[in-house]
């Protein structure tokens, strides 16, 4: 059996908006914008008149391109009977909630020849749960995140040169196996596990990502994404486990002793060191961008946290999509592809652009760093007026309380008619104890799921031999659960 040197529980809080791609879109057959909140639905439930089904059937069978405008027109002209069926809702910003309403079911554009482009209006979603579809930290980004900062702290070897108009003759895995001495045997994060973060209160909202020119914002791509909000007090929590090194009689099956993370001070400060270097460059772009005001007050929240980042009694990571190209690679062996045109680039050591978070996609203000995150011990916590009061101004920013048009008094949280309660009599249990996630299976196999921390304290608060019944065999216990649509609220054993 493997025994854990150290379990660190830990509570997490993102700073700044965070994309966690998924491979998983919104597409308009299976959401609509109806004022400003974003509903997800399935479209197979939706009840349709024998004139729909035709209307429906006459819309698919168009041309390719006018086949998919009218199915978006379809749904979009019944989205109030979607808003009804809706398993999921997000706010969105204003200036998506206006794109969708003014592009839906039209032509993106004409090109040479008459071939038409047409407005898809995808949007990428984060990391969410199967069934919830509430938004989490999967444990392998926060750890690809640390592992980059550990690498960083670990290299001595020569710096990479590299012809700035040829790649880096080193590939990026010969230069960590160079830095730790070996490949998967030696790699020291093979002891270092990070457990997915959740919280049942985490949320998500939906944001422009924007790329911009560092030099003069000039705008370049623009791309639609789901985002972990940004100030959510210690919103999601999770932990990280550091394993002991195992015994080996030969030292290359094992990480070097002096490569090895002792503890989570040791490898929080590698991480504070690298990471904030980052932040402060960045902060330096964003206020050439303009957003001096709330760079400088992000540069008090890090002054003010510097001595526990600097004890390691926190850790400071960038994690996601949209981090930056210096954000994922070592400091002494950066070598960036810039694109100069097609089939045409060079090698540098900086990126040339920097992707931000805004409500609107030629925003000039309100643009946002990505993939800022504050992890703390939850047996250490730091003291919580300035993270706290920081948190609190991050979440009553216009961002957080888009509308439609100017002026509309329409709430943005969520749906209007949250689903009804649900007693089911014969429900079976199912616990995943690595992640915390208690799922019951009802009716027709639906299911309804509680996320860690939730869903262990349900779990546990059902005798011991039930417990132990469950994990060996789900089918052998029957229980009652009430439950609101795919959420999980309670269990208890029936009479």
């Known amino acids: 059996m493997i025994r854990f040197s150290e379990t660190v529980p830990l509570v997490l809080t993102p700073l700044t908006p965070i994309h966690i791609g998924c491979g998983e879109d919104f597409e308009p057959t299976n959401y609509v914008i109806d004022n400003g909140v974003l509903y997800g639905f399935e479209p197979s439930r939706l009840g349709l008149t024998s004139e729909d089904r035709e209307r429906l059937i006459q819309c698919a069978d168009r041309a390719a391109d006018a086949a998919v405008r009218g199915v978006q027109q379809f749904f979009h002209e019944r989205r109030h009977q979607c808003r009804a069926i809706s398993h999921l809702a997000l706010p969105v910003a204003i200036g998506v909630a206006q794109r969708y309403e003014r592009r839906i079911g039209q032509v993106a554009q004409r090109e040479s020849g008459g071939r038409t482009v047409i407005n898809r209006l995808e ?7 199967p069934y919830s579809g509430k938004p989490y930290l999967p444990g392998s980004s926060i750890k690809g995140s640390a592992r980059t900062a550990w690498l960083n702290a670990m290299d001595n070897i020569p710096p990479i040169r590299c012809n700035p108009g040829q790649p880096p003759r080193k590939s990026a895995s010969d230069l960590e196996k160079e830095i730790l001495g070996g490949s ?20 998500s909202r939906v944001v422009f990502a924007v790329d911009r020119r560092k030099s003069d914002g000039k705008e370049n791509n623009v791309a639609i994404r789901e985002v972990i909000v940004a100030g959510q007090h210690r919103a999601a929590q999770g932990e990280i486990r550091f394993k002991m090194r195992p ?15 002792g503890d989570f001070a040791v490898l929080a400060r590698a991480c504070n060191r690298f990471y904030r270097r980052r932040l402060e460059v960045d902060l330096e772009v964003l206020t050439g961008l303009g957003e001096t005001q709330w760079a400088e007050a992000f540069r008090s929240l890090i002054a003010t946290l510097k001595p526990a980042l600097d004890e390691g009694r926190a850790m400071l990571l960038r994690v996601g999509r949209h981090s930056g190209a210096e954000s994922v690679t070592l400091e002494r062996h950066r070598w960036i592809r810039i694109m100069e045109g097609p089939g045409k680039a060079h090698w540098a050591h900086d990126a040339t652009t920097i992707w931000l978070a805004a409500d609107r996609e030629d925003a000039r203000t309100g643009l946002r760093l990505f993939g800022w995150l504050l992890l703390e011990r939850a047996d250490d916590l730091l003291a919580e007026d300035t993270l706290s009061r920081w948190c609190a101004a991050e979440k009553t920013t ?14 943005t949280r969520g749906p209007r008619h949250a689903p009804d309660e649900m007693v089911w009599p014969q429900a079976r249990l199912q616990y995943n104890r690595q992640n915390g996630t208690l799922t019951a299976f009802g009716p027709q196999n639906t299911r309804a799921t509680a996320l860690g921390p939730r869903g262990t304290e349900l779990f546990t ?4 031999d039930v417990q132990r019944r469950i994990q060996s065999n789900p089918y052998s216990v ?4 009430r439950v ?12």
């Open 123 to 129: 949007i990428e979603r984060t990391a969410h749960h």
């Open 184 to 203: 998967f045997v030696s790699d020291p994060f093979r002891l270092v596990e990070f457990a997915d973060a959740a919280g049942a209160d985490l949320k």
């Open 247 to 261: 015994p080996s009689s030969d030292p290359s099956h094992a990480p070097r002793v002096e490569k090895c993370i």
């Open 398 to 411: 216009p961002a957080e309380t888009s509308r439609v048009a100017e002026g509309s008094d329409e709430p």
């Open 461 to 464: 608060s059902l005798p011991a």
């Open 478 to 481: 029957r229980v009652v659960a």
């Open 484 to 495: 609101r649509g795919p959420e999980l609220l309670a269990v208890e054993l029936g009479s």
